[in-house]
């Protein structure tokens, strides 16, 4: 069960290795150790190629460390089942993606409520109003019924921020939300983050390549190699 | 279930045109089936019911007289030179018992106990060889309803009545309320009046037939008080055989079926059904690789979605059941149109057809079509849709 006061995301000595048993083994991640508190606002930086974003899998349980061990809200994840990670996933951590990756098929409305739904159904009311406000508060109150293909690439980036914030999770997870973008929108996406981990009081780590955007953070973690520096 | 199918049904809507373009092809596969099928069981019901239209469907006889030969002593050796029987007109024993006993068998549907036999038929100098045929007219009309069949006079037999088919009636020049004399074997003879006049449609029937009532084909045939033949109907027609094997060993007396008196027609029948079996079948089977290739590759298309959807919270189980709905959902719609349209084309082939006959579409045919295909569908998204629920999210989030 979670612990109130456990931190939000702990990592202890976690290792990831490809191809293991095969000559070309290759360890990626070589033992890291990360603790991320309630409201943290933390940019994981570093060069292409030093594992920020199989790190990043890792944290958000879509991967698995080969070794070591990763806490969320204090429970540990390594020996959970796949139901049981996917329900964590789903409770406790939003993701954006650098690529913004909507669903086509649904409106902006729908997929900010979509890890409501997948959860419990058609949505009450209440998450509806939820999910309008989240909009609105990106700036895309006029944009809820149009689908993702009749949004600009800041706009699309805007509904996954607010997809990522409708379970009101603990952790927010950024690989490269900017990356894709104008200097311009770049910057306001950011604002964004900040501005939620304000009002909603959840950790976010970003992963970033802008080294002036990390230096607003409050805290950058650097990988280099596969190891904290 | 919600999630799962509103996804199911998005994507299929936003895949608009591979989606109408499968529907279609489910729609023909399934209007095809409908259609054989219906085309082929209506000609089955249309052959069989002209077959039996004019004979029973079992035919109880007493059974073959056969030579008794004394065995031979042992240590002898006989020599036998035998000439079978004759088999005469002869009654079947205690015909009331057996008549009673076939009466209270569920799979029979009418028993009617006939005397049959040959005779001639006499106007003036013209002779015409005929049939007797002594009915107990309640009973053979359940087997053969000759009443329909009356263009002249009305069925009436007995009391020196008879009724004759039309060729025989033109033959001899006769119409309803002639006299018509009877000549039999040894002698026996009766004169009786055409009561009405018959036409089955059947040559050798409406030339040959004379159907008076039990009493005077006793008389006529000379087996007083006996009948030579049981006509029976059954309820299952093609449990026919079975129940002649069962009356055969009840009674100890001949049992035919029409499936061994017709047994060319039983033939054809069968290769039809298989053949129509056959034709469904790989319609089925070209419909299931429709619909698997449609979803494989719509997996393919969506597999960042659906990494993007595991990211989310999604379980492996709802990704499944998302594809094999859509699976479900194109069968069941796609093969309620291909009902329709195969329903549509009887109605045509129907009223603008050659009209030899009518085909019936039963119900549970169109039922059956639409359940089986629905299945088919849900079946045929079974390797992509366990393909789609086993994607790994990080691979399919990077997935371009």
Same mark, same amino acid.
């Given at each position: 069960?979670?612990?109130?006061?456990?931190?939000?995301?702990?990592?202890?000595?976690?290792?990831?290795?490809?191809?293991?048993?095969?000559?070309?083994?290759?360890?990626?991640l070589?033992?890291?150790?990360?603790?991320?508190?309630?409201?943290?606002?933390s940019?994981?930086?570093?060069?292409?190629g030093?594992?920020?974003?199989?790190?990043?899998?890792?944290?958000?349980?879509?991967?698995?460390?080969?070794?070591?061990?990763?806490?969320?809200?204090?429970?540990p994840?390594?020996?959970?089942?796949?139901?049981?990670?996917?329900?964590?996933r789903?409770?406790?951590?939003?993701?954006?993606?650098?690529?913004?990756?909507?669903?086509?098929?649904?409106?902006?409305?729908?997929?900010?409520?979509?890890?409501?739904?997948?959860?419990?159904?058609?949505?009450?009311?209440?998450?509806?109003e939820?999910?309008?406000?989240?909009?609105?508060?990106?700036?895309?109150?006029?944009?809820?019924?149009?689908?993702?293909?009749?949004? @600009?690439?800041?706009?699309?980036?805007?509904?996954?921020?607010?997809?990522?914030?409708?379970?009101?999770?603990a952790?927010?997870?950024?690989?490269?939300?900017?990356?894709?973008?104008?200097?311009?929108?770049?910057?306001?996406?950011?604002?964004?983050f900040?501005?939620?981990?304000?009002?909603?009081?959840?950790?976010?780590?970003?992963?970033?390549?802008?080294?002036?955007? @990390?230096?607003?953070?409050?805290?950058?973690?650097?990988?280099?190699?596969?190891?904290?520096? | 279930?919600?999630?799962?199918?509103?996804?199911?049904?998005?994507?299929?809507?936003?895949?608009?045109?591979?989606?109408?373009?499968?529907?279609?092809?489910?729609?023909?596969?399934?209007?095809?089936?409908?259609?054989?099928?219906?085309?082929?069981?209506?000609?089955?019901?249309?052959?069989i019911?002209?077959?039996?239209?004019?004979?029973?469907?079992?035919?109880?006889q007493?059974?073959?007289?056969? *030579?008794?030969?004394?065995?031979?002593?042992?240590?002898?050796?006989?020599?036998?030179?035998?000439?079978?029987?004759?088999?005469?007109?002869?009654?079947?024993? *205690?015909?009331?018992?057996?008549?009673?006993?076939?009466?209270?068998?569920?799979?029979?549907?009418?028993?009617?106990?006939?005397?049959?036999?040959p005779?001639?038929?006499? $106007?003036?100098?013209?002779?015409?060889?005929?049939?007797?045929?002594?009915?107990?007219?309640?009973?053979?009309?359940?087997?053969?309803p000759?009443?329909?069949?009356?263009?002249?006079?009305?069925? $009436?037999?007995?009391?020196?009545?008879?009724?004759?088919?039309?060729?025989?009636?033109?033959?001899?020049g006769?119409?309803?309320?002639?006299?018509?004399?009877?000549?039999?074997?040894?002698?026996?003879?009766?004169?009786?009046?055409?009561?009405?006049?018959?036409e089955?449609?059947?040559?050798?029937?409406?030339?040959?037939?004379?159907?008076?009532?039990?009493?005077?084909?006793?008389?006529?045939?000379?087996?007083?008080?006996g009948?030579?033949?049981?006509?029976?109907?059954?309820?299952?027609?093609?449990?026919?055989?079975?129940?002649? *094997?069962?009356?055969?060993?009840?009674?100890?007396? $001949?049992?035919?079926?029409?499936?061994?008196?017709?047994?060319?027609?039983?033939?054809?029948?069968?290769?039809?059904?298989?053949?129509?079996?056959?034709i469904t079948?790989?319609?089925a089977?070209?419909?299931?690789?429709?619909?698997?290739?449609?979803?494989?590759?719509?997996?393919?298309?969506?597999?960042?979605e659906?990494?993007?959807?595991?990211?989310?919270?999604?379980?492996?189980?709802?990704?499944?059941?998302?594809?094999?709905?859509?699976?479900?959902?194109?069968?069941?719609?796609?093969?309620?149109?291909g009902?329709?349209?195969?329903?549509?084309?009887?109605?045509?082939?129907?009223?603008?057809?050659?009209?030899?006959?009518?085909?019936?579409?039963?119900?549970?045919?169109?039922?059956?079509?639409?359940?089986?295909?629905?299945?088919?569908?849900?079946?045929?998204?079974?390797?992509?849709?366990?393909?789609?629920s086993?994607?790994?999210?990080?691979?399919?989030?990077?997935?371009?």
């Amino acid at each position: 069960m979670s612990d109130a006061t456990a931190p939000v995301l702990s990592l202890v000595d976690v290792r990831k290795s490809y191809n293991i048993g095969s000559p070309n083994e290759v360890e990626i991640l070589h033992g890291i150790n990360l603790t991320v508190q309630e409201r943290d606002f933390s940019a994981l930086v570093g060069p292409s190629g030093s594992g920020k974003s199989t790190l990043l899998n890792i944290i958000g349980l879509l991967d698995q460390p080969t070794s070591g061990e990763l806490y969320i809200l204090g429970q540990p994840t390594r020996e959970m089942e796949d139901e049981a990670r996917t329900a964590l996933r789903g409770d406790t951590i939003g993701f954006v993606f650098q690529f913004h990756h909507l669903i086509q098929a649904f409106t902006a409305l729908e997929n900010v409520l979509m890890p409501l739904m997948i959860k419990g159904g058609k949505p009450k009311p209440e998450f509806v109003e939820r999910a309008k406000n989240l909009l609105s508060e990106v700036g895309l109150g006029d944009h809820l019924n149009k689908k993702p293909d009749e949004l @600009s690439g800041g706009q699309q980036q805007r509904v996954a921020i607010a997809r990522a914030l409708i379970t009101r999770p603990a952790l927010l997870l950024a690989d490269e939300p900017t990356g894709n973008l104008d200097t311009k929108t770049a910057a306001e996406i950011f604002a964004l983050f900040r501005k939620f981990n304000q009002l909603f009081g959840c950790a976010v780590l970003l992963v970033t390549h802008d080294a002036r955007l @990390s230096t607003t953070c409050d805290r950058t973690i650097t990988l280099v190699d596969g190891q904290t520096v | 279930m919600w999630i799962e199918s509103t996804i199911a049904v998005k994507f299929m809507r936003q895949g608009r045109t591979q989606t109408a373009l499968i529907m279609v092809g489910i729609s023909v596969g399934v209007a095809v089936i409908v259609f054989i099928t219906a085309l082929i069981l209506g000609l089955q019901s249309n052959i069989i019911a002209r077959t039996l239209g004019t004979q029973s469907h079992i035919r109880v006889q007493p059974p073959d007289e056969k *030579n008794i030969i004394t065995p031979s002593r042992e240590g002898s050796v006989a020599l036998v030179t035998e000439d079978k029987r004759a088999q005469r007109l002869r009654s079947i024993l *205690n015909w009331q018992d057996v008549r009673d006993t076939l009466d209270t068998l569920p799979e029979i549907k009418a028993v009617s106990p006939v005397v049959s036999g040959p005779a001639f038929a006499r $106007k003036g100098e013209v002779f015409k060889s005929i049939s007797i045929l002594g009915i107990d007219p309640p009973r053979y009309e359940k087997i053969i309803p000759i009443s329909t069949d009356i263009v002249s006079g009305k069925f $009436k037999v007995g009391a020196g009545d008879a009724v004759i088919g039309k060729i025989l009636a033109d033959d001899l020049g006769l119409g309803a309320g002639n006299k018509l004399r009877i000549e039999s074997g040894d002698g026996r003879a009766a004169v009786v009046t055409v009561a009405g006049i018959f036409e089955i449609g059947v040559r050798d029937l409406d030339a040959r037939f004379v159907y008076v009532d039990l009493k005077q084909a006793q008389s006529l045939l000379g087996l007083y008080g006996g009948i030579n033949l049981i006509d029976l109907t059954v309820r299952d027609l093609f449990a026919a055989e079975a129940t002649a *094997n069962r009356i055969s060993r009840l009674t100890g007396l $001949k049992a035919e079926s029409w499936m061994q008196t017709n047994a060319q027609l039983v033939n054809a029948l069968a290769s039809q059904s298989l053949s129509t079996s056959i034709i469904t079948f790989f319609v089925a089977l070209s419909v299931a690789f429709g619909i698997a290739s449609v979803l494989a590759i719509s997996v393919t298309q969506r597999t960042r979605e659906i990494g993007i959807l595991r990211a989310m919270g999604i379980r492996r189980s709802q990704i499944l059941q998302v594809f094999l709905l859509q699976g479900g959902i194109l069968g069941l719609i796609g093969s309620a149109v291909g009902a329709s349209f195969g329903y549509a084309l009887v109605m045509v082939f129907n009223q603008f057809g050659p009209k030899l006959f009518y085909i019936d579409v039963p119900s549970y045919l169109i039922g059956g079509a639409t359940a089986v295909a629905t299945v088919v569908g849900i079946l045929a998204a079974l390797a992509p849709a366990w393909r789609a629920s086993r994607l790994d999210p990080v691979q399919a989030i990077r997935y371009v």
